[in-house]
């Protein structure tokens, strides 16, 4: 069974950055799609971006031109680069890969 553990959120300044990273383990993680989404209080839950095993990413609109998805196929680690955060960026970012869900991780942005 895939497992999938979020990590690097917290509270940044509107304007500022964060790295989220997601290792993955149960599966051969080098082929495999990776996701991250997120879902904020009373919202669907959507898209950020995709990498495929080939490196290939797809970025939802919600984010797209502020953040960048990378891979680590020897650390078996996804990694989503977000840059001048928004007030309205503040959800859950969670991490998905063949049908499973990590447990997500917090971010919050606000002065």
């Known amino acids: 069974q895939v497992q999938l553990v979020e990590s690097g959120g917290g509270l940044v300044q509107p304007g500022g950055s964060l790295r989220l990273s997601c290792a993955v383990s149960g599966t051969i993680f080098s082929k495999k799609t990776v996701g991250w989404y997120r879902q904020a209080p009373r919202k669907e839950r959507d898209l950020v971006a995709l990498?495929?095993?080939?490196?290939?990413?797809t970025y939802g609109d919600s984010m797209k031109g502020r953040v960048a998805i990378s891979r680590d196929n020897a650390q078996n680690t996804v990694y989503l680069e977000m840059n001048s955060l928004k007030p309205e960026d503040t959800a859950v970012y969670l991490c998905?890969?063949?049908?499973?869900w990590g447990q997500g991780t917090q971010v919050t942005v606000s002065s």
């Open positions: 990498i495929s095993g080939l490196g290939t990413a």
């Open positions: 998905y890969c063949m049908g499973s």
